[in-house]
């Protein structure tokens, strides 16, 4: 299973960032990456919230804009 964005259609994502609780960058994702595994230097991640962040482009100004949310990540 992978951590992918569904329903992005339409909408120039830049980036997408996968962090643990503590801050720490896990992955970073472009658009054209398959996803995270929940593998981060080859050792699986526990079984618990992690965080994402989005960087976006929004409406005719091109304004950059970042959208973040967690997700649970269950073995």
């Not at 951590?3 to 960058?25: A, H």
């Not at 970042?66 to 073995?75: G, I, Q």
């Given at each position: 299973?992978?951590?992918?964005?569904?329903?992005?259609?339409?909408?120039?994502?830049?980036?997408?960032?996968?962090?643990?609780?503590?801050?720490?960058?896990?992955?970073?994702?472009?658009?054209?990456?398959?996803?995270?595994?929940?593998?981060?230097?080859?050792?699986?991640?526990?079984?618990?919230?992690?965080?994402?962040?989005?960087?976006?482009?929004?409406?005719?100004?091109?304004?950059?804009k970042?959208?973040?949310?967690?997700?649970?990540?269950?073995?």
């Open positions: 299973m992978e951590l992918t964005i569904n329903g992005q259609e339409g909408i120039p994502i830049s980036q997408i960032y996968t962090i643990d609780r503590f801050g720490k960058l896990l992955k970073q994702l472009d658009l054209d990456s398959k996803g995270w595994t929940g593998i981060y230097n080859g050792n699986e991640m526990l079984s618990t919230d992690y965080w994402f962040k989005i960087t976006y482009i929004e409406g005719v100004d091109n304004v950059q970042e959208f973040l949310s967690h997700f649970s990540l269950k073995r």
